[in-house]
């Protein structure tokens, strides 16, 4: 290993000097020096020095340009701000839960909507929700891992409420009357599973 950088240094200070004395200037030295090569270890090739790079230069700018990706041109239908997924479905902007009385749907700060496609990180399952009813008091933890989504056993629980919407995934649990942004609810681990255009 010492002597294959003995000799790629002597080979460096061999072509700066070549260089030097093309451009005129004096060199120290009045001979190369002499390089230790070993027998057994591969000497490089030297290349032609610029004119080889001048040649890779001029390949690589004549070279042609890739072609454009296929893009859809036609303009957006929908604001700029509303995040998108690849098949053009769209999350709501603010996650909001509401009661029966409130709309359901994409939900913006403008458009306050409760959201209908809610997905729960913690327990990656889709959120129920259930019009007119409340979640009861007696609910546990395991009540809802083994009876999220069927409703005919999660009923056991369910008590009817006009106004209020009861929402559930396999971990968590709630019944909303009123609008409420998701945020607030910090236990929550819900986002929006995306709505089609």
């Keep these: 290993m010492a002597d294959d950088i003995d000799d790629l240094l ?3 200070e061999t072509k700066f000097l070549e260089k030097k004395e093309k451009s005129g200037g004096v060199s120290k030295k009045s001979k190369a020096p002499v390089s230790k090569t070993n ?3 591969p000497t490089r090739k030297t290349s032609t020095g610029d004119a080889d790079l001048d040649a890779m230069i001029d390949d690589i700018c004549e070279a042609p340009e890739p072609p454009e990706p296929l893009v859809d041109k036609t303009p957006a239908q929908n604001s700029p701000r509303t995040p998108r997924g ?9 996650l909001y839960l509401g009661g029966s ?7 913006s700060s403008m458009n306050q909507r409760s959201c209908d496609q ?5 327990c990656d399952f889709r959120a129920v929700f259930y019009d007119n009813y ?3 008091a007696s609910c546990e933890y395991l009540f809802f891992r083994n009876n999220v989504p069927d409703f005919t056993k999660l009923k056991a629980k369910l008590n009817k409420r006009k106004g209020s919407r009861a929402y559930a995934c396999q971990c968590k649990w709630t019944s909303v009357q009123d609008l409420v942004d998701i945020q607030k609810k910090t236990d929550f681990k819900w986002v929006c599973g995306k709505h089609d255009s």
């Excluded at 009385?101 to 939900?107: C, D, N, T, V």
Aim: charge should be neutral; glycine fraction near 10%.
């Design 86 to 94: 690849a098949e053009g479905k769209r999350r709501c902007t603010v």
């Design 10 to 12: 002597d080979e460096v």
């Design 118 to 122: 809610l997905r729960c990180t913690d």
């Design 134 to 136: 409340e979640w009861d």
């Design 39 to 41: 027998k057994n270890v």
């Design 101 to 107: 009385k409130h709309a359901m749907g994409l939900g």
